[in-house]
């Protein structure tokens, strides 16, 4: 998802917040309130537009069926994307503001049904590899966010700003046929079970706030680094997205890898999880570095820590779907569409819900204290989603291992009473 911007205007250094020429008062200006109220306005509009839809797309999903929900979030987001490309016909001031709302509003509904359809029908085709599936198709995922910036740069100063746009709705927009013929059709009676049952289960909770605290990771790193590096190591506005390539290539090459792990070898997936949340945690202290650790800040040390974090994030992010989805199951949630749709729902709307909370977040902490406390900071979240899940797992552990016990008493028990009279 997109993160809207964040505040610019605090300078960040080796002598923190307010050093040097970027000096600023530590109170907001009537501008800069204006600015954030206004980014976070949208945020909360996009994100709400997207994550509202967990609570009953999936209810609708058994309904109207998984194909017809992708086809139509499909065709919807293809001819918003087009009507991106003509907004800028509209005159100035209100009227062109109110549109950008609507139209990325309805954008965000349209992303949000394609992704809660197509996570379905994968599972639903891949019910023994759902995580080397989802996993695989993330190299997908990281392909489109290197060539997007340089595809569209190149279309922009070649044609101007409507060709983006329109070419990239055109090309949606010819999927919807491909897909309406390619896809099998899923039937499924609805389900018994609601999505709040799902949601209060304890370690679905618990996987819910480690996938909205990674999400919030990236939703960071969104705004704020490009102005950290530009800042920090005064590099060519051209050079800042190769800054983010370390981070999307390992996230991308990693993530097939944890999910045939996560498929092949499911006790692996906890590891996953706890390690994952911990090393993230640990790059976002280096990413400044965090100024007690008295680490100079350096371009190659960045791009490093990034592609740690790339391929962390995959370890976590991954086995997420497949333990949410084993945890249902484990609690009488039935196979299916409905099922499906309901882990695919949450897992989206917990995304969304990071993804608003990690640019606002950090655009506050930037402009407060600096990027590097403000990545440390950001990087909490994941420390505590990580320890919380082990002491979870732990928790399990153990309470499995009381109950198997009293049975193998009785068992041995029962053993030997049966044996005693042909003893004596």
């Given at each position: 998802?997109?993160?809207?911007?964040?505040?610019?205007?605090?300078?960040?250094?080796?002598?923190?917040?307010?050093?040097?020429?970027?000096?600023?008062?530590?109170?907001?200006?009537?501008?800069?309130?204006?600015?954030?109220?206004?980014?976070?306005?949208?945020n909360?509009?996009?994100?709400?537009?997207?994550?509202?839809?967990?609570?009953?797309?999936?209810?609708?999903?058994?309904?109207?069926?998984?194909?017809?929900?992708l086809?139509?979030?499909?065709?919807?987001?293809?001819?918003?994307?087009?009507?991106?490309?003509?907004?800028?016909?509209?005159?100035?001031?209100?009227?062109?503001?109110?549109?950008?709302?609507?139209?990325?509003?309805?954008?965000?509904?349209?992303?949000?049904?394609?992704?809660?359809?197509?996570?379905s029908?994968?599972?639903?085709?891949?019910?023994?590899?759902?995580?080397?599936?989802?996993?695989?198709?993330?190299?997908?995922?990281?392909?489109?966010?290197?060539?997007?910036?340089?595809?569209?740069?190149?279309?922009?100063?070649?044609?101007?700003?409507?060709?983006?746009?329109?070419?990239?709705?055109?090309?949606?927009?010819?999927?919807?046929?491909?897909?309406?013929?390619?896809?099998?059709?899923?039937?499924?009676?609805?389900?018994?079970?609601?999505?709040?049952?799902?949601?209060?289960?304890?370690?679905?909770?618990?996987?819910?706030?480690?996938?909205?605290?990674?999400?919030?990771?990236f939703?960071?790193?969104d705004?704020?680094?490009?102005?950290?590096v530009?800042?920090?190591?005064?590099?060519?506005?051209?050079?800042?997205?190769?800054?983010?390539?370390?981070?999307?290539?390992?996230?991308?090459?990693?993530?097939?890898?944890?999910?045939?792990?996560?498929?092949?070898?499911?006790?692996?997936?906890?590891?996953?999880?706890?390690?994952?949340?911990?090393?993230?945690?640990?790059?976002?202290?280096l990413?400044?570095?965090?100024?007690i650790?008295h680490?100079k800040?350096?371009?190659?040390?960045?791009?490093?820590?990034?592609?740690?974090?790339?391929?962390?994030?995959?370890?976590?992010?991954?086995?997420?779907?497949?333990?949410?989805?084993?945890?249902?199951?484990?609690?009488?949630?039935?196979?299916?569409?409905?099922?499906?749709?309901?882990?695919?729902?949450?897992?989206?709307?917990?995304?969304?819900?990071?993804?608003?909370?990690?640019?606002?977040?950090?655009?506050?902490?930037?402009?407060?204290?600096?990027?590097?406390?403000?990545a440390?900071?950001?990087?909490?979240?994941?420390?505590?989603?990580?320890?919380?899940?082990?002491?979870?797992?732990?928790?399990?552990?153990?309470?499995?291992t009381?109950?198997?016990?009293?049975?193998?008493?009785?068992?041995?028990?029962?053993?030997?009473?049966?044996?005693?009279p042909?003893?004596?």
């Open positions: 998802m997109e993160a809207a911007g964040s505040p610019a205007a605090a300078g960040t250094g080796d002598d923190g917040p307010g050093g040097g020429a970027g000096e600023t008062s530590g109170r907001l200006s009537r501008e800069q309130l204006f600015v954030l109220v206004s980014a976070a306005s949208m909360l509009g996009c994100m709400m537009a997207y994550s509202i839809l967990g609570p009953f797309f999936p209810h609708e999903l058994v309904y109207i069926g998984a194909k017809f929900m086809i139509a979030g499909m065709f919807v987001s293809g001819g918003v994307i087009i009507l991106f490309g003509v907004l800028d016909q509209l005159p100035k001031g209100p009227i062109f503001i109110v549109m950008c709302f609507l139209v990325r509003i309805v954008d965000a509904i349209g992303f949000g049904a394609v992704i809660t359809a197509s996570s029908i994968l599972a639903k085709a891949f019910p023994n590899n759902v995580a080397t599936v989802l996993g695989s198709l993330e190299v997908f995922s990281g392909l489109g966010l290197v060539l997007g910036p340089p595809l569209g740069g190149f279309l922009y100063q070649s044609f101007g700003y409507e060709v983006p746009f329109i070419l990239l709705g055109c090309i949606v927009l010819l999927m919807v046929p491909l897909n309406l013929y390619l896809l099998p059709s899923y039937e499924s009676d609805p389900g018994e079970h609601l999505f709040w049952k799902l949601v209060t289960l304890p370690k679905v909770g618990l996987i819910a706030f480690v996938i909205i605290s990674l999400s919030s990771c939703g960071f790193l705004p704020i680094l490009s102005l950290f530009l800042e920090k190591f005064n590099l060519p506005a051209g050079y800042v997205g190769l800054v983010f390539l370390g981070l999307a290539l390992s996230y991308a090459i990693s993530s097939p890898l944890f999910g045939l792990l996560s498929d092949k070898k499911p006790h692996l997936r906890k590891w996953f999880l706890v390690f994952g949340n911990l090393i993230t945690a640990g790059c976002y202290v990413l400044g570095p965090v100024p650790l680490i800040s350096q371009l190659w040390l960045l791009v490093l820590v990034l592609v740690v974090n790339g391929v962390s994030a995959g370890m976590s992010i991954i086995p997420t779907f497949p333990e949410i989805l084993s945890c249902a199951y484990e609690n009488g949630f039935e196979e299916g569409i409905s099922t499906l749709g309901l882990v695919s729902g949450l897992v989206s709307a917990m995304w969304s819900v990071g993804a608003f909370m990690g640019p606002l977040l950090g655009g506050f902490l930037y402009e407060k204290i600096g990027f590097q406390w403000a440390a900071i950001q990087g909490l979240w994941t420390l505590i989603s990580g320890l919380v899940m082990g002491l979870f797992y732990l928790w399990e552990y153990s309470t499995t009381r109950r198997s016990k009293p049975q193998n008493i009785v068992g041995t028990e029962e053993e030997q009473a049966a044996l005693l042909n003893e004596i």
